[in-house]
């Protein structure tokens, strides 16, 4: 929609959806695609630079500000002599005040219509540009999720969107946010369910607004088949489908350079994704659970949760890591995680 596609146009494969959806891992599959580079959660690279999010480290082991990669990006659109605080703050301030995930409607309706979003639009071209420039990538792979910042991407010269709403199953995710987990802080499943279903009300609009343009993906059909989804995904972006690096449920994970996103995405190395995902069964309350499934109604419902045995049974003692285990090196702890908007 909107502008022709160019040539040159760089293609934004955006992951929308409530974090701990999964959204890591698939970026960093996808990032072993020839020609794709996963930036991880574009949106969190100021704050966390200055030190002001969850955690300030990249992918591959650096502080963001002495990455290879990073370092050359984070001066993009700073003017002179400002330092990385000063313009971090201001970029923080843009996010919140014009790219939150209740701007998404008025972003797709009325565009660019603030000198503040112009702003933010003209640094985000800017940086996804510089981004490609310096890795080389004709795709680009964010996670950051948030659909206020998706919203925005048709509006961006030179940027042709492909987006990809990633719903889990809410009592899953709920169960997810109870543990903590590194840099990751924890949620009670009310909140965490609310956040998804604002979230995924958001990323369903975007979807109906792009339907040419847009893919649904539940993470367990993703899990189930992660060669299929991918094969999907690279053809939606025009790749070669032999570039699939994903073998029967194994993958082979190199160093990425990733703004925060799961703890796991430090990992590398032959991974296997578990093709099921039963972790709400193990240790999440009755009383949670229920909550989880009240508040995500009838979104969930829609989405085929519908686990009416298990909302009413005893839950499961937890498994110990070694009888989990998958037989390659490692098997993974989904999810994602961020500081949602
Ligand atoms: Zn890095």
């Not at 201001?90 to 409607?105: D, N, S």
């Not at 199953?169 to 590194?182: F, I, L, M, Y």
């Not at 995924?200 to 367990?220: K, T, V």
Request: glycine share 10%; net charge positive; charged share 20%.
């Amino acid at each position: 929609m909107g502008q022709p596609v160019e040539d040159s146009d760089i293609t934004v494969l955006c992951i929308t959806g409530w974090c701990r959806n999964g959204s890591t891992i698939l970026g960093n599959i996808l990032n072993e695609v020839p020609g794709f580079f996963h930036v991880g959660e574009l949106h969190f690279l100021w704050k966390n630079s200055a030190g002001r999010g969850a955690n300030s480290l990249c992918g591959c082991g650096a502080v963001l500000a002495e990455c290879p990669i990073w370092s050359q990006i984070l001066p993009v659109g700073r003017p002179e002599g400002m330092s990385l605080a000063e313009y971090a703050d201001i970029v923080i301030a843009r996010q919140q005040g014009y790219a939150r995930t209740r701007h998404t409607w008025r972003i797709m309706k009325r565009g660019i219509d603030t000198e503040g979003l112009r702003q933010h639009a003209q640094l985000m071209t800017d940086t996804y540009r510089a981004i490609a420039e310096r890795t080389g990538a004709r795709v680009l792979v964010d996670t950051t999720k948030i659909p206020g910042e998706a919203a925005l991407l048709p509006r961006l010269e030179g940027i042709r969107p492909v987006f990809v709403h990633l719903v889990r199953d809410p009592v899953a995710v709920a169960n997810s946010w109870r543990s903590p987990k590194d840099y990751v802080y924890t949620m009670s499943a009310s909140k965490s369910t609310a956040y998804w279903r604002g979230f995924n009300i958001a990323s369903r609009a975007l979807l109906r607004r792009y339907p040419g343009q847009s893919m649904f993906l539940r993470y367990e059909d993703f899990i189930a088949n992660p060669a299929a989804t991918v094969a999907d995904l690279l053809r939606r972006c025009g790749a070669d489908p032999q570039d699939n690096p994903v073998n029967g449920q194994t993958v082979e994970l190199h160093t990425n350079h990733t703004v925060t996103g799961n703890p796991d995405r430090f990992r590398t190395g032959a991974t296997v994704i578990r093709p099921t995902d039963d972790s709400w069964k193990r240790g999440l309350p009755r009383r949670a659970r229920l909550a989880a499934m009240l508040v995500s109604w009838p979104m969930s419902w829609r989405y085929g949760y519908r686990h009416p045995a298990g909302l009413l049974a005893r839950p499961q003692p937890a498994v110990t890591a070694a009888a989990v285990a998958s037989p390659a090196k490692s098997g993974l702890e989904d999810g994602s995680v961020g500081s949602g908007s």
